[in-house]
C-alpha cells in the first residue's frame, strides 16, 4: 500500500469519526468549536517502541494501539494524578507516565458505560462492570468516548453512553461518590459528594 493510499485512508477514517462523535454529542453535550473541529492522532505519546509497553501488550494479546495521551485520574481520595491513560484493542491500561508500567488494566468487554456531563467541561467516568470505576479528565476526551466506542464495536460490546449533570459512581471498593455538574459565571462547577456505600 502506497503512502497516499494510506493518508487518504487515515484522512476517511478521521472524518467518519468526527461524523460520528458529531452525530452522538451534538444533542447531548454543550462542546467547544476547537473541539467539534478538532483531528484525532490517536497515539499521542509515541510509545509504540517502549520495552514495557511492547511486553505488556504482548501479555494481554493486545495488537494495537489505539489511543495514549496523559490524563489526569481522580482517585478515591479525590486527589488528582497524572496517568498515561492506554487503549488497544483488547484493553484500557492506566499506566505511570514515566515507566509505562500498569497501575491498572480493564478489559474493554468489562466496560458498562461513560458518562458525561452535559456542559463545556473535560470530566468522564468509565464504568466498569464488577471492579470500582475510572474518573478522568482530559481535553481529548471525545477522541477516548470515539475510540472506545470503535473498540467495543469491534468486539461485538453493547456500552452505554450517558449525559448527565447529576449521577454516582463507585470511586472504590464500596465507597460510592456523586458528581454534580453546574454552569456559573465562571465556567462549570464541578462537585464530588460521598453517597451510599453500594454501586446502583
Known amino acids: 500500500m502506497s503512502n497516499e493510499t494510506k493518508k487518504t485512508e487515515e484522512t476517511n477514517k478521521n472524518e467518519d469519526r468526527l461524523v460520528q462523535i458529531n452525530k452522538l454529542f451534538d444533542q447531548n453535550k454543550s ?11 490517536g497515539n499521542y505519546l509515541r510509545i509504540d517502541n517502549k520495552k514495557a509497553v511492547k ?3 504482548q501479555k494481554n494479546k493486545d495488537t494495537k494501539i489505539v489511543f495514549c495521551d496523559t490524563v489526569a485520574k481522580i482517585n478515591k481520595r479525590n486527589k488528582v494524578q497524572e496517568r498515561a491513560l492506554l487503549i488497544t484493542d483488547q484493553n484500557v491500561y492506566n499506566l505511570n507516565p ?5 497501575l491498572r488494566k480493564i478489559s474493554i468487554v468489562q466496560l458498562s458505560s461513560i458518562t458525561l456531563s452535559t456542559f463545556e467541561d473535560n470530566f468522564f467516568v468509565l464504568g466498569v ?7 478522568i479528565v482530559s481535553s481529548r476526551k471525545t ?3 470515539c475510540c472506545l466506542l470503535e473498540c467495543c464495536k469491534k468486539l461485538n460490546k453493547t456500552i452505554d453512553v450517558r449525559f448527565k449533570n447529576n449521577f454516582d459512581y ?3 471498593e464500596g465507597v460510592i461518590r456523586e458528581l454534580r455538574f453546574r454552569s456559573t459565571d465562571e465556567g462549570v462547577s464541578t ?8 454501586k446502583n
Open 191 to 198: 462537585e464530588v459528594y460521598q453517597r451510599r456505600k453500594k
Open 170 to 172: 463507585q470511586a472504590s
Open 55 to 57: 511486553n505488556l501488550m
Open 143 to 145: 477522541e477516548i468516548v
Open 98 to 102: 514515566s515507566s509505562f508500567q500498569i
Open 31 to 41: 462542546r467547544r468549536r476547537s473541539s467539534a473541529m478538532k483531528e484525532y492522532y
Open 129 to 135: 462492570n464488577e471492579e470500582y470505576d475510572y474518573l
